[in-house]
C-alpha cells in the first residue's frame, strides 16, 4: 500500500565539485528507489538544486538520474511537492509540465490524518536576517527574474556556479545547535503556536536535524541535509519519525 509520505530538503545537487555532487545525486536516487514502493506523497522541502533558473527554452543541465527517478515515481502515481528554497527559488513551470509537480513558494498548511502540518523551506524567517530577508523580495521579484532571464544561459548559469563555491554546502562545514533559545525556527514556530495550533512544523534550510517538541502537543522536525546527514522525515499516518538514510 502506499500510505506514507516523506521530506526531504538541502540535497543542493550541482554545488562543486562536480564529482561529489553526482556521487550524493547516486546516494539520493537509491533512496528514492527504497521509497517507490511504499511512497504516497514526496515533499521535497527547498534547495533541492544549488542552483536552479528556468529559462524560456533552457534548465541547467545535470541531475538527470534524480530526475529520471522522480519522473518514475510520478508515473507510479507518487505526488511530488517541491518547495522553493533559497537556492532554488526560481522554479516556474519546467518541473511541474515534466513530473507533474506541484510548486510550493513559501509556506504550505495541510492536514494529513487528522494532524495539521506547517512546512516551510525555513529561509527568511524568525527574528534578525533584515539583510538577507531584503534581498530574499528582491530576488523574488518579477524585474530581478526578468534581468536575470536576459542573461545568456552560459553567463548566468556560470556566475550562479562561481557564486556556488561559496555556498554552505561547498564550504564543508557543519551547524551546531544553538539552542532552543536562539534557534531562530524554533523562535518562529513558538510565535506561530501563539496564534494558531499545528501538530507538527516541518523545516529545512538549517543543515541541522532535530526532532524537538515545542508547546502544547507540537514538535518541530528540522530535516537536515544530505552533505553530513542523509536525513528525512516520514509521517506513517500515525507517526512523524525523523530517520537516517544508511548508504
Same mark, same amino acid.
Given at each position: 500500500m502506499r500510505d506514507k509520505i516523506y521530506f526531504a530538503s538541502d540535497f543542493h545537487l550541482g554545488v562543486s565539485p562536480l564529482a561529489v555532487s553526482q556521487e550524493r545525486e547516486k546516494q539520493i536516487v537509491a533512496w528514492l528507489d527504497t521509497i517507490k514502493v511504499d511512497a504516497k506523497a514526496l515533499f521535497?522541502?527547498?534547495?533541492?538544486?544549488?542552483?536552479?533558473?528556468?529559462?524560456?527554452?533552457?534548465?541547467? *543541465?545535470? %541531475?538527470? !538520474?534524480?530526475?529520471?527517478?522522480?519522473?518514475?515515481?510520478?508515473? /507510479?502515481?507518487?505526488? @511530488?511537492?517541491?518547495?522553493?528554497?533559497?537556492?532554488?527559488?526560481?522554479m516556474f513551470g519546467y518541473l511541474k509540465e515534466e513530473l507533474g509537480a506541484r510548486i510550493i513558494d513559501n509556506e504550505l498548511e495541510l492536514t494529513l490524518d487528522g494532524k495539521k502540518f506547517y512546512i516551510h523551506h525555513?529561509?527568511?524567517?524568525?527574528?534578525?536576517d533584515a539583510k538577507?530577508?531584503?534581498? *530574499?523580495? %528582491?530576488? !523574488?521579484?518579477?524585474?530581478?527574474?526578468?534581468?536575470?532571464?536576459? /542573461?545568456?544561459?552560459? @553567463?548566468?548559469?556560470?556566475?550562479?556556479?562561481?557564486?556556488?563555491?561559496h555556498s554552505r554546502g561547498a564550504s564543508g562545514g557543519e551547524e551546531v545547535f544553538l539552542g532552543e533559545d536562539k534557534e531562530w525556527l524554533i523562535l518562529y514556530a513558538k510565535e506561530i503556536?501563539?496564534?494558531?495550533?499545528?501538530?507538527?512544523?516541518?523545516f529545512g534550510h538549517?543543515?541541522?536535524?532535530?526532532?524537538?517538541?515545542?508547546?502544547?502537543n507540537s514538535r518541530i522536525v528540522n530535516l537536515g541535509d544530505w552533505f553530513h546527514h542523509y536525513t528525512y522525515a516520514v509521517w506513517d499516518g500515525k507517526n512523524l519519525s525523523l530517520e537516517k538514510w544508511t548508504h
Amino acid at each position: 500500500m502506499r500510505d506514507k509520505i516523506y521530506f526531504a530538503s538541502d540535497f543542493h545537487l550541482g554545488v562543486s565539485p562536480l564529482a561529489v555532487s553526482q556521487e550524493r545525486e547516486k546516494q539520493i536516487v537509491a533512496w528514492l528507489d527504497t521509497i517507490k514502493v511504499d511512497a504516497k506523497a514526496l515533499f521535497l522541502v527547498g534547495d533541492i538544486f544549488d542552483f536552479w533558473f528556468e529559462y524560456k527554452t533552457a534548465v541547467p *543541465k545535470g %541531475f538527470v !538520474r534524480f530526475l529520471g527517478k522522480l519522473a518514475e515515481l510520478s508515473d /507510479l502515481g507518487v505526488e @511530488i511537492t517541491f518547495f522553493k528554497g533559497n537556492h532554488d527559488m526560481w522554479m516556474f513551470g519546467y518541473l511541474k509540465e515534466e513530473l507533474g509537480a506541484r510548486i510550493i513558494d513559501n509556506e504550505l498548511e495541510l492536514t494529513l490524518d487528522g494532524k495539521k502540518f506547517y512546512i516551510h523551506h525555513g529561509d527568511g524567517l524568525g527574528p534578525g536576517d533584515a539583510k538577507y530577508k531584503f534581498l *530574499k523580495k %528582491f530576488f !523574488r521579484s518579477n524585474i530581478c527574474q526578468w534581468l536575470f532571464g536576459c /542573461l545568456h544561459p552560459s @553567463i548566468g548559469i556560470g556566475i550562479a556556479n562561481r557564486w556556488s563555491r561559496h555556498s554552505r554546502g561547498a564550504s564543508g562545514g557543519e551547524e551546531v545547535f544553538l539552542g532552543e533559545d536562539k534557534e531562530w525556527l524554533i523562535l518562529y514556530a513558538k510565535e506561530i503556536l501563539q496564534k494558531k495550533h499545528y501538530d507538527f512544523f516541518v523545516f529545512g534550510h538549517r543543515h541541522l536535524p532535530y526532532d524537538l517538541p515545542i508547546g502544547e502537543n507540537s514538535r518541530i522536525v528540522n530535516l537536515g541535509d544530505w552533505f553530513h546527514h542523509y536525513t528525512y522525515a516520514v509521517w506513517d499516518g500515525k507517526n512523524l519519525s525523523l530517520e537516517k538514510w544508511t548508504h
